[in-house]
Structures are given as C-alpha cells and as structure tokens.
Antibody
C-alpha cells in the first residue's frame, strides 16, 4: 500500500524556519517525481514546489522562491521542504503528493502537516 | 503558468439531484485534467484523471468530460456522502495548477 506521511509542521514566529519531511512507503520512491502542495485556511490548493526523480529538475512557486528549498533522499525514501524566512501568509496545511505515474495526476497524498506562522 | 477557472464556487443541491461543475483552462491541455474531492482538514482524493477516466473505487455516478480548454465533472445522482468540495487540476506539465474549488452544499 502506498503511504506518504508528512511531519515537521508547527507554530513558528515570522522570520523563523521549519523543515518538513515526507516519508514514503509501498513503492519505489526513486521512480517518482514528487510535489509539495499547500492549502491556506479556507482557501484552494497551491503547488509550491516540485522535484524530479533524480532531483535534477526543481520548481518553486514565485511566492516561496528564494525562501524554500525542496530536496529528496532516495536512499531513505524521504522528501523534504526547508522553509526559511516564514511569513504569516505561509500559514497552511502542507501536503506531499505523488503522481499516479510519470506526469500523471496526483493519485497519492499524505495527510498533511499544519504550519502556523504567528507571533 | 496555466490559469484555471472553475465554476460555480458554491452549489446548493438536494440528494438525487444531477449536478455539474465546469473548469476552463487558459490554454489547451488536451485531456490532462483531473478532478478531486476534498473534505475539511483532509487531503484531496482523486476522482477522475485524463478528463474522463474514473479512478479505481470511485462510484460510477461520477463522470468527467471535455478536452482542450473546457471540462465538466458531473454527479448523476447526488448522495449524502458527496457533499464536499471539488477541485479541478491540470497536469499538462509538472507545474500543476488547481481550480478555485466548488463547495457542494445541501439545499
């Protein structure tokens, strides 16, 4: 069974940092590109970052570029999101997501980890 | 980035009603469109991909249609479990974009 489990969220002050993790199981992690998607309270879904299977191709939404860093450890079946210089508008539920297959729709999601940026 | 326009934002309906949600994209994405159902505080759940292919385990009352820039999700007979929020998503490239969402409420 495919499983994705996020962790690392919490309450942080503006300007602070957090590192989110997404541990996966039930499939060969190195065969899949991965995405981080967030959802602010009462809002829609926003792709914030993407990483290819090898890590050679990376994408960031403009709203997080220069502040967030995506990475992966294929040996440890884990995806990461380092978040620096956090702002109130980064408050959201953060999901990692895996496509059904290369280039496919998001067939598998974690349960999400909540990040709250507030003083 | 490809822009998504989803309508309506809210839909009030009764059990056994037939309802439809529309999604338009700012450029031609062929059939690379998916529909998701989401409940509060939970992850989205994939209903339909490639515009009209039902994900395994999804009831047949859900159907999708369209190609190019205009797409529709239809629920043929609304059931109590279907009151939720629905999102469309394009995956023409790895830069996914999502519609704004449609909340299906009980009339």
């Amino acid at each position: 069974e495919v499983q994705l489990v996020e962790s690392g969220g919490g309450l942080v002050q503006p300007g602070g940092s957090l590192r989110l993790s997404c541990e996966v199981s039930g499939f060969k992690f190195s065969n899949y590109e991965m995405h981080w998607v967030r959802q602010a309270p009462g809002k829609g879904l926003q792709l914030i970052s993407y990483i290819s299977k090898s890590g050679a191709t990376i994408y960031y939404a403009d709203s997080v570029k220069g502040r967030f860093t995506i990475s992966r450890d294929n040996a440890h079946n884990s995806l990461y999101l380092q978040m620096n210089s956090l702002r109130a508008e980064d408050t959201a539920l953060y999901f990692c997501a895996r496509p059904l297959w290369f280039g496919g729709a998001a067939g598998h999601w974690g349960q999400g980890t909540l990040v709250t940026v507030s003083s | 980035d490809i822009q998504m326009t989803q309508s309506p934002s809210t839909l009030s309906a009764s059990v056994r009603d037939r309802v439809s949600i529309t999604c338009r994209t700012s450029q031609n994405i062929s059939r690379w469109l998916a529909w998701y159902q989401q409940r509060p505080g939970k992850a989205p759940s994939l209903l339909i991909y490639e515009a009209s292919t039902l994900q395994s385990g999804v009831p047949s009352r859900f159907s999708g249609s369209g190609s190019g820039t205009e797409f529709t999700l239809t629920i043929s007979s609304l059931q109590p479990d279907d009151f939720a929020t629905y999102f469309c998503q394009q995956y023409n490239t790895y830069v996914w974009t999502f519609g704004q969402g449609t909340k299906v409420e009980i009339k």
